[in-house]
């Protein structure tokens, strides 16, 4: 039997830091609404899709951290998400900065929730990148100033009987996360980002932020023959202008779908579950030919 999944990715505008949380829900709720009307049954929000990317800056009051934190998810403001997710029988993964419960760790984190609207399972970003200080001469991204490196690995949760992986903004860039994800048996992999347009570490690369974008996307989808659905946060937020571009990429490493907006927008691909297997015949049989045993460091090498 032919087996399928129909994903939406649902890029988001900018959320400014004037937002109120309730106003951004809402937004998301619509942005679901309309994943689910157009036949969804599974969507990608981006990363950190309740704030503005608040690790452009130096913040030190406290007061001002936490509200951009979710000491409880749902919480009082995000439960009409999962409300709706449930009521529209679809479900979704949804980036947030995490402040667990237990001992206090903050996470920049995305979950996945069934269409009951309960819980599936949990991604922590594990390539946290820029610094916990401004650095002179780079674009300020200070996100080793408010979290902590993921410590779940990368976990593969089965939703409708599917095997979904998760991955945050810059662990896209990095070979390792789609290859520990397919080794973990993913099918789909759900991506959120948050990308500036310009970084002033390197202005050489400017013209090709859109092309860095896609490459590790299309050639981690390719080389481990998995789907990947993108959501960018996009647009001018608080000043900075994001980068768009959310996708959808086949196996085969073509780009399926993509946004054409800087703004809220859904896009959706019925995805061919069966295209992966195909796929892994012509290059890709991981137990056939990858040669774990060979992957080794050689020291002393000449
Ligand atoms: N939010 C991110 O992880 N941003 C990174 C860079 C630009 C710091 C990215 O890879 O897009």
Same mark, same amino acid.
């Given at each position: 039997m032919a087996r399928d999944l129909t994903i939406a990715v649902c890029q988001t505008g900018p959320i400014q830091k004037r937002a109120q949380r309730a106003e951004t829900v809402d937004r998301l709720v619509a942005l679901l609404e309309r994943a689910a009307a157009a036949g969804a049954e599974i969507a990608v929000f981006p990363e950190l899709a309740l704030t503005t990317f608040f690790p452009r800056w130096r913040i030190d009051d406290q007061a001002e951290i936490e509200a951009f934190f979710e000491p409880a998810m749902p919480g009082p403001q995000t439960q009409r998400l999962y409300d709706a997710a449930a009521r529209l029988k679809i479900g979704f993964a949804l980036g947030y900065a995490e402040l667990t419960r237990v001992d206090g760790g903050r996470f920049n984190t995305m979950d996945l929730v069934g269409h009951d609207g309960k819980l599936v399972g949990r991604y922590r970003k594990i390539h946290v990148p820029g610094s916990s200080e401004p650095e002179p001469g780079t674009t300020v991204h200070l996100e080793r100033r408010y979290f902590e490196p993921g410590n779940l690995g990368f976990p593969v949760f089965v939703y409708r009987g599917v095997r979904v992986g998760m991955a945050i903004c810059n662990d896209r860039r990095w070979p390792?996360?789609?290859?520990?994800?397919?080794l973990n048996g993913a099918e789909i992999v759900l991506i959120g980002y948050n990308t500036p347009l310009l970084l002033d570490e390197a202005p050489a690369l400017a013209h090709l932020r859109m092309f860095h974008n896609h490459l590790p996307m299309?050639?981690?989808?390719?080389?481990?023959?998995?789907?990947?659905?993108?959501? #960018?946060?996009? @647009?001018?937020?608080?000043? &900075? *202008?994001?980068?768009? +571009?959310?996708?959808? !990429? #086949?196996?085969? @490493?073509?780009?399926?779908? &993509? *946004?054409?907006?800087? +703004?809220?927008?859904? !896009?959706?691909?019925?995805?061919?579950?069966?295209?992966?297997a195909i796929c892994r015949k012509v290059n890709f049989d991981f137990a056939r030919y990858r040669r774990p045993d060979q992957y080794r460091l050689i020291a002393d090498q000449v």
């Open positions: 390792e996360t789609y290859r520990m994800l397919c299309q050639a981690g989808a390719y080389q481990n023959t998995v789907w990947v659905a993108a959501a #960018a946060k996009a @647009g001018v937020e608080d000043g &900075q *202008a994001l980068i768009g +571009g959310s996708c959808i !990429i #086949a196996p085969t @490493g073509e780009i399926a779908a &993509q *946004a054409i907006s800087l +703004g809220d927008e859904v !896009i959706v691909h019925r995805a061919d579950l069966d295209l992966i």
